[in-house]
């Protein structure tokens, strides 16, 4: 794949006013979806598509079943059929999964895409009564300059069975990766799927990138010690795209989610190290975003907590500083100066985050979608686990909590929704108050703009009384605020149609335009383009420098074949490949009785000895990590047996209860933390 795929964009608004994603670059796929609704008709032999259904039959996460298997896909678009696809059909989600109307994924085989896409999921939303969390959260992101898993919806049918009407998201793979960095798909070795993730605490990811990379832990591990150990912006940024991130932690504030970064369960996100080197973050699962299902309980030990009447809160009130989980990066990035966090969150309001922007693209999502939800709603389409937790919202929901309706759900009232424009304008309102963002002005350079210098913030209080009002069906009622906003209607004229620069993906906006920008991309991070082997075939470990006109790869081995997997063509024809010098391997072990045996090979012995955090173990013995430095572990060190993880720095279980399993061993949660569970556990 050549690098040069990026969007090549004018960095100066527009002269006349754009539409919603004019300067955004999309899917194919996302983009015919947003214009017409497609079908999908999964083919699968009749018999496993009843083992799948069996399989489907569960209402605890702990007890999910993997289940996958080979058929075709038959995209419909606007009438007209295409070739089919051949492909992987699995089912799919966590919470999800355990509701009556479980969600598949697909994989399309071969070198193939469905219109740019290889890997998506179907999600029913069936927890949000507008069904369009997921789209409006995503175009948001897409609208600020963030990378998303894009979002869209279809119509699915297997084996000809009407399935009904389902949410389309990305998956975050390793074709995702090669779609939108140029990074060739079997050289993605560091994208990491995380949950439970603070950096101060455990934290529990898997390499997402290529299956040959499934054991690559040492980058991510290097950025968690690197993020323990610093005290100041600058030292983040070595090894962060920092302003990327805060304003990722602006959006999660304005949507009000509880299922990312900045939320107690720390879930649902992904680290990448881009091609130049930087980590950058990236959410995915948006459906329960904007208001939906917030709870007092998620917020422990805030001022504003009031678990016993937790529906008397205006969570759309809730400053930054109540609404994070006290995370110290927030500390040193947001609390201690939120300079470049209010620029995030008045770039993302200006550009989308206003009821001017957003809520013509509502109203056009919900048009679209209207007559899809009714037959959805109507016919029950899909609703195969018969064990799972039945939340059904009915067509007259998805009218009214796409507007200003918040309805709870008496049969679980774990389940409330925001109204959809309520939640917009009610966190709009507070931000604008609290930043100072100008929401009086007709002139659109000054609209919904960050007022300088910055006047004194204003809080609003989360206090509100409610009243609860009886539907006819008594498996809902609607809440009303005492302060029900007044009508607004969105002014046609405003557009901030500027390219997003602040805290923006580079790699979304900014073309590769010369050598020189390719050569420092490849320098920082020579490995997402160049494959180095021996002759007689296998990796060996190397130093690649890249140098311009003509290009140079200059290779620190003493015999190797170099070859460039993903570089423009231009660059690929001027390569000149020079082997330099010969890694010298260490040829004897360690003498066994030596403490401090690592220094021989010239690493440090870790200071912390016996009690280092252990990272892996090879030939030569125990090896860990202090100040991004590799050191090796005493070799009369005696790990604790008793839990198998306790090595990596992990505490054992009091309990005995497993929530996970992999190749270190059980693991359980206690105390907001993983923990490894005990030998004696099995034998108990």
């Given at each position: 794949m050549k690098i040069l795929n990026f969007i090549i964009l004018p960095m100066f608004a527009l002269l006349a006013k754009a539409a919603f994603w004019d300067n955004v670059k999309r899917t194919e796929l996302y983009e015919m979806m947003e214009k017409s609704i497609p079908e999908m008709h999964v083919i699968i032999p009749p018999g496993n598509w009843t083992e799948m259904v069996k399989k489907a039959q569960v209402n605890d996460m702990n007890l999910l079943q993997d289940y996958e298997v080979k058929g075709t896909l038959k995209f419909?678009?606007?009438?007209?059929?295409?070739?089919?696809?051949?492909?992987?059909?699995?089912?799919?989600?966590?919470?999800?999964?355990?509701?009556?109307?479980?969600?598949?994924?697909?994989?399309?085989?071969?070198?193939?895409?469905?219109?740019?896409?290889?890997?998506?999921?179907?999600?029913?939303?069936?927890?949000?009564?507008s069904m369009m969390r997921s789209k409006i959260t995503t175009d948001i992101l897409q609208k600020s300059g963030l990378l998303a898993t894009e979002a869209g919806y279809t119509e699915l049918y297997v084996n000809e069975e009407y399935m009904g009407f389902w949410v389309v998201t990305d998956s975050l793979k390793k074709n995702w990766v090669q779609r939108k960095f140029g990074i060739n798909e079997d050289n993605v070795s560091t994208l990491y799927k995380c949950d439970y993730f603070r950096f101060e605490k455990s934290y529990k990811c898997e390499n997402a990138g290529d299956d040959r990379y499934a054991e690559n832990w040492d980058p991510i591990w290097i950025l968690?010690?690197?993020?323990?150990?610093?005290?100041?912006?600058?030292?983040?940024?070595?090894?962060?795209?920092?302003?990327?991130?805060?304003?990722?932690?602006?959006?999660?504030?304005?949507?009000?989610?509880?299922?990312?970064?900045?939320?107690?369960?720390?879930?649902?996100?992904?680290?990448?190290?881009r091609p130049d080197g930087k980590w950058i973050y990236i959410p995915n699962d948006h459906d329960i975003e904007l208001g939906e299902e917030i709870h007092?309980?998620?917020?422990?030990?805030?001022?504003?907590?009031?678990?016993?009447?937790?529906?008397?809160?205006?969570?759309?009130?809730?400053?930054?500083?109540?609404?994070?989980?006290?995370?110290?990066?927030?500390?040193?990035?947001?609390?201690?100066?939120d300079t470049i966090f209010r620029r995030c969150v008045g770039d993302i309001i200006s550009k989308v985050f206003n009821p001017d922007t957003l809520f013509p693209q509502i109203d056009k999502i919900r048009k679209l979608i209207g007559?899809?939800?009714?037959?959805?709603?109507?016919?029950?389409?899909?609703?195969?686990?018969?064990?799972?937790?039945?939340?059904?919202?009915?067509?007259?929901?998805?009218?009214?909590?796409?507007e200003y309706t918040y309805i709870r759900n008496n049969v679980d009232t774990w389940y409330k929704s925001y109204g959809l424009k309520d939640w917009i304008r009610r966190r709009y309102n507070f931000a604008a108050k609290y930043y100072g963002i100008n929401t009086d002005a007709t002139n659109p350079k000054e609209k919904h703009k960050l007022i300088e210098p910055r006047p004194e913030a204003v809080r609003l209080s989360t206090e509100v009384k409610v009243t609860y009002e009886e539907t006819d069906d008594?498996?809902?009622?609607?809440i009303k605020f005492d302060n029900p906003l007044p009508e607004y209607t969105p002014d046609p004229d405003y557009a901030d149609d500027s390219i997003p620069t602040i805290g923006a993906s580079k790699f979304l906006l900014d073309p590769f335009e010369s050598f020189a920008s390719i050569v420092a991309s490849m320098n920082a991070n020579p490995s997402a383009y160049i494959t180095t082997t021996t002759t007689n075939g296998e990796a060996t470990p190397v130093t690649v420098t890249v140098t311009a006109d003509p290009v140079t790869v200059t290779v620190a081995a003493e015999t190797v074949t170099v070859t460039v997997t993903s570089c423009p063509d231009a660059v690929t024809s001027n390569i000149e490949a020079t082997a330099t010098s010969t890694i010298t391997e260490p040829t004897q072990s360690p003498d066994e009785n030596e403490e401090c045996w690592s220094e021989n090979l010239g690493y440090k012995c870790c200071t912390k000895k016996c009690d280092a955090i252990f990272v892996l173990t090879d030939e030569l013995g125990n090896w860990g990590m202090e100040n991004k430095e590799w050191c090796g572990i005493p070799k009369n060190c005696k790990f604790n047996n008793e839990c198998s993880a306790s090595k990596f720095g992990y505490p054992c279980c009091k309990g005995c209860t497993v929530y996970e399993k992999d190749e270190v061993g059980e693991w359980g949660y206690e105390n907001d933390e993983w923990c490894s569970i005990k030998a004696t556990c099995s034998k108990n």
């Open positions: 419909i678009y606007e009438g007209e059929e295409e070739e089919e696809y051949n492909i992987k059909f699995k089912l799919g989600g966590m919470s999800s999964a355990v509701l009556t109307k479980p969600g598949y994924n697909i994989k399309i085989i071969g070198n193939y895409t469905l219109h740019g896409t290889k890997n998506f999921k179907l999600r029913s939303d069936q927890r949000d009564p968690v010690q690197h993020v323990r150990e610093s005290k100041s912006i600058e030292d983040l940024e070595e090894m962060m795209d920092v302003e990327n991130f805060i304003k990722y932690m602006a959006w999660e504030w304005l949507m009000g989610t509880w299922d990312h970064f900045l939320g107690i369960f720390n879930h649902n996100l992904n680290w990448l190290q007092a309980k998620f917020y422990p030990e805030k001022p504003f907590v009031d678990e016993i009447n937790d529906t008397d809160i205006d969570y759309a009130n809730i400053p930054i500083e109540d609404f994070e989980n006290n995370h110290p990066i927030m500390q040193i990035l947001v609390h201690q100066d007559p899809y939800v009714k037959k959805d709603r109507e016919l029950k389409g899909g609703y195969i686990n018969k064990k799972g937790k039945n939340i059904v919202y009915t067509y007259d929901h998805f009218l009214l909590n796409t008594p498996n809902y009622t609607i």
